[in-house]
């Protein structure tokens, strides 16, 4: 009961700001239409990002040539098309493209595997509701593939503190029936992400 009534708090001051705060935003800077976004300011003919409800995403990296472009039509980077982000993303890598390995580990059907888990688990201990928390294994695979197959570090612990801080209010709300104070563990999130993209990006700096 608790944990509801926070919940409903929580929707309530969000659609209080986006009427209030968001009418007073509105008022001071006024909406503009027609007024050209930064990527079309700042065009150079090199760099260039478009983004629309019709046309999708497309990027070109002026440094490397490389045109990327997401859309109601598929993923296509260059001349290639792509089923998914996932193969998509093992493509292009982190400076080798065509990882053999990332593309097997995100083709594998590791969701399934969870779904069978969670029903054996639910049948073999009666454990419907704490099985709940292999899920939470879900995007930790995923993550793993980055860590082993493109060396994303930073990602990889981003995902691990974001789905241990997620599973530890779940037990903390559902099981303990403590949501508050656990819920301020949440606020610790954009700064964890903050401290390893910052570590990140200075290690990459270094390296170089």
């Known amino acids: 009961m608790n944990a509801l009534i926070i919940l409903l708090v929580a929707i309530a001051v969000l659609v209080c700001g986006y009427v209030f705060y968001g009418g007073w935003l509105a008022k001071q800077w006024g909406i503009d239409p027609n007024r050209p976004t930064p990527a079309h300011e700042f065009e150079d003919g090199k760099d260039y990002v478009h983004i629309n409800w019709r046309d999708g995403v497309n990027v070109i990296d002026g440094k490397k040539g490389d045109h990327v472009h997401v859309g109601w039509d598929g ?3 260059n001349d290639r098309e792509f089923d998914n982000l996932a193969d998509a993303n093992a493509y292009m890598g982190t400076g ?3 990882s053999s390995f990332l593309r097997a580990w995100n083709r594998f059907p590791f969701p399934l595997v969870v779904l069978v888990a969670y ?3 639910g049948l073999v201990y009666d454990a419907w509701g704490y099985g709940l928390f292999l899920i939470a294994a879900i995007p930790v695979y995923y993550a793993l593939g980055g860590l082993f197959g493109a060396k994303r570090i ?4 981003c995902t691990l503190y974001v789905v241990g801080t997620i599973c530890w209010f779940c037990y903390m709300a559902f099981v303990c029936n403590q949501p508050h104070p656990a819920w301020v563990v949440f606020l610790t999130i954009p700064l964890v992400g903050w401290l390893t993209g910052a570590l990140s990006h200075w290690w990459r700096k270094r390296r170089k």
């Open 75 to 77: 993923v296509h980077i």
């Open 96 to 98: 080798k493209r065509g």
């Open 119 to 121: 029903i054996l688990v």
């Open 154 to 157: 930073a990602g990889f612990f």
